[in-house]
């Protein structure tokens, strides 16, 4: 199956199987978006992919027993069980619900974390419950190590190449899930100031590379 590049569009984590949509906003509850313009009240990170991506959004998760099941950046003190985020009918990806902020999400549409190409995580900086298991994740050095667990039990070791903050209208989709050598690992969250809805309006994305 083709294989398509995700863009961030709307809300703080929502990922669609739509095409052409390039715009990232908003941080908590997921709310699909039809179009770059369509932007719902919602505080959501959304994700969608656009022609030549090199995440599939509509392949199926990779063997349970590769899947990823546990995350750990022990700098930052995050100890996170890993849910997977796969197909709404609607063709939107599901993300963590509000309810388990302190749970990260894998995108089963790209790689397994240790596998070559871009493995993606993504977490709530906050929800309407408060503060969530990516709040401090811009407090993050390059060198420290993230650890990604199996349901194995082996655990892949990933260190922190980079970080940036983008606005959410001009997302790095490429240097994000564009294809690449590198058995690599990205960690998507919001940040920046709020916007008049309450939205954040840049995403925070770190860069690891296994080690």
Request: aromatic share 4%.
């Amino acid at each position: 199956m083709p294989r398509t590049t995700p863009s961030l569009v709307h809300a703080c984590l929502v990922l669609t199987a739509l095409t052409s949509l390039t715009a990232l906003t908003g941080c908590s509850d997921a709310s699909p978006s039809k179009s770059p313009a369509a932007v719902a009240p919602t505080t959501s990170t959304a994700v969608t992919p656009e022609a030549g991506s090199s995440a599939a959004t509509g392949s199926p998760a990779k063997p349970a027993a590769q899947a990823p099941v546990h995350v750990s950046i022990p700098s930052l003190g995050v100890d996170s069980d890993v849910m997977r985020l796969g197909l709404n009918t609607d063709g939107t990806v599901e993300v963590p619900p509000a309810e388990k902020g302190m749970t990260v999400g894998w995108y089963t549409g790209g790689p397994v974390p240790g596998a070559q190409g871009p493995a993606v995580l993504i977490g709530h900086n906050d929800t309407r419950f408060g503060r969530a298991v990516f709040h401090d994740l811009k407090k993050i050095t390059k060198g420290a190590d993230i650890t990604v667990r199996d349901a194995k039990g082996a655990e892949v070791h990933f260190e922190v190449t980079g970080r940036e903050t983008a606005s959410k209208t001009a997302f790095p989709t490429n240097r994000v899930y564009g294809p690449t050598d590198d058995r690599a690992l990205r960690l998507v969250t919001c940040d920046g100031a709020f916007d008049a809805q309450g939205h954040p309006v840049d995403n925070l994305i770190v860069y690891a590379t296994r080690r």
